[in-house]
């Protein structure tokens, strides 16, 4: 599937404090600035926007595997082939920790 939004990976850059000013965390891909993040009343709601928007793109491509696995037409009465099974819940378990900020 071809996508229109900038390849990932993305990260997250900034949200340290400057002089007791709180500054934006950054998303970025390679070299470019994808978002920024506005400044929150909570620290802590900020970084987990900046997680969130930082995982998108390996959330798209977790659930794009997903549902062409769904949809393949190796699933079963019995299930999935296991091997590959094995891999897309990986990935969707990566994804999801990497939008709620628990992957570092």
Do not use: C, F
Not at 56 to 78: F, N
């Amino acid at each position: 599937m071809h996508t229109k939004h900038t390849p990932g990976p993305w990260h997250v850059k900034g949200g340290t404090p400057l002089v007791g000013i709180d500054r934006p965390y950054d998303i970025i891909a390679g070299a470019s600035l994808i978002a920024q993040t506005l400044i929150a009343p909570e620290r802590s709601a900020a970084a987990a926007n900046a997680a969130l928007m930082a995982a998108a793109p390996h959330l798209l491509a977790a659930l794009i595997d997903l549902i062409a696995m769904i949809d393949s037409p190796q699933i079963t009465i019995y299930g999935v082939v296991d091997q590959q099974w094995t891999v897309t819940k990986r990935e969707a378990r990566d994804a999801i920790a990497r939008a709620t900020g628990a992957a570092q």
